[in-house]
C-alpha cells in the first residue's frame, strides 16, 4: 500500500526558533532568533545594503544604484504631495517570493503592528495640527446635537477600523497569494511524480504555475503600493479633517 504525505500548505507560515539562550532576565527568559526575526534582519539589511551602495561616495555622476533610489524617493515623494509607505512592506513582499523563504508580511502580527502604529502616528498628527479641534473629525457637518454621541461611537468605531484593515488587507492577500501557489505547486509535484506520462502532461499546469507566480510578483508591488497610498490618505484626512 503507498501512502501520499500532503503537507499543509499553512505550514510555510509556521514561526520556529533557529536559535536561543536562556537569558539571566525576567527570571531567565528564553532569548529565541525564529525564522521571522531572521527574515525582518534580512529585509533591513537589504535596504540598508542598497542605500549604502547607492550613497555614490559624494561622486558627481551618479551611478545606476543612486539614480534608482532617487527615482523611488521621487515616486514616494510625489504620491506624499498629491495625496497629502513603507519600503520595508515592498522588501519584505518580494523576499516572501523567493522560494524556501519567509513571508512576513503575511503575519498579522508584524502588519497589524506596522498599520496600528500609522494609525497612532496619525492621531499624534491631527492632535498637533488641530489640538481639540481635531475631536470634530468625528462629528459629521450638520449632525443634529441629539445624534452626535451614536455618530461619535460610528466615526470612532470606523476610525480604528482604519488601521485595522489597513494591515489585514496588507497580511490576507499575501497569505492567500502564498496559500494558492503552494496547493497548486503540491497537486503539480504529485502529477508529475505518478508517471512519465503525467510527467508530460504536468508541464501545462506547471507553466500556468509560473504564470500565477508572476501575478504574485506583481502582487507583492501592488500591495506595497496601495498600503502607502493608504497611509498618505490617512495623513491628508488627518491635516484637513476629512
Known amino acids: 500500500m503507498t501512502y501520499t504525505y500532503i503537507q499543509s500548505p499553512l505550514e510555510q507560515f509556521e514561526i520556529n526558533s533557529l ?106 498628527i491631527g492632535f498637533s495640527e488641530h489640538g481639540l479641534k481635531f475631536f470634530s473629525y468625528f462629528v459629521p457637518a450638520g449632525t443634529p446635537l441629539a445624534l452626535v454621541p451614536l455618530l461619535v461611537l460610528i466615526e470612532l468605531i470606523s476610525y480604528i477600523a482604519k488601521g485595522l484593515s489597513l494591515g489585514i488587507r496588507l497580511g490576507a492577500n499575501i497569505m492567500a497569494g502564498h496559500m494558492l501557489t503552494k496547493i497548486i505547486g503540491g497537486f503539480i509535484y504529485q502529477i508529475m511524480a505518478a508517471s512519465p506520462l503525467m510527467f508530460v502532461i504536468g508541464i501545462i499546469p506547471l507553466v500556468l504555475l509560473v504564470g500565477i507566480t508572476g501575478l504574485e510578483l506583481a502582487i507583492a508591488f501592488i500591495q506595497a503600493y496601495v498600503f502607502a497610498i493608504l497611509t498618505c490618505s490617512y495623513i491628508k484626512d488627518s491635516l484637513d479633517l476629512h
Not at 42 to 71: D, P, R, W
Not at 92 to 113: C, E, K, R
Request: aromatic share 10%; glycine share 6%.
Open 19 to 124: 536559535m536561543g539562550i536562556n537569558a539571566p532576565l525576567f527570571g531567565y527568559a528564553e532569548l529565541s532568533l525564529t525564522n521571522i526575526g531572521l527574515y525582518f534582519i534580512l529585509a533591513l539589511l537589504v535596504i540598508v545594503g542598497f542605500n549604502v551602495i547607492a550613497s555614490n561616495n559624494n561622486k558627481i555622476i551618479a551611478n545606476k544604484y543612486s539614480i534608482t533610489q532617487e527615482s523611488l524617493y521621487t515616486t514616494i515623494l510625489n504620491m506624499v504631495e498629491t495625496q497629502i509607505a513603507s519600503p520595508k512592506v515592498l522588501v519584505g513582499n518580494f523576499i516572501g517570493m523567493v522560494p524556501y523563504s519567509f513571508a512576513i508580511t503575511s503575519h498579522l502580527i508584524f502588519t497589524l503592528a506596522v498599520s496600528m502604529t500609522i494609525l497612532i502616528a496619525v492621531t499624534i
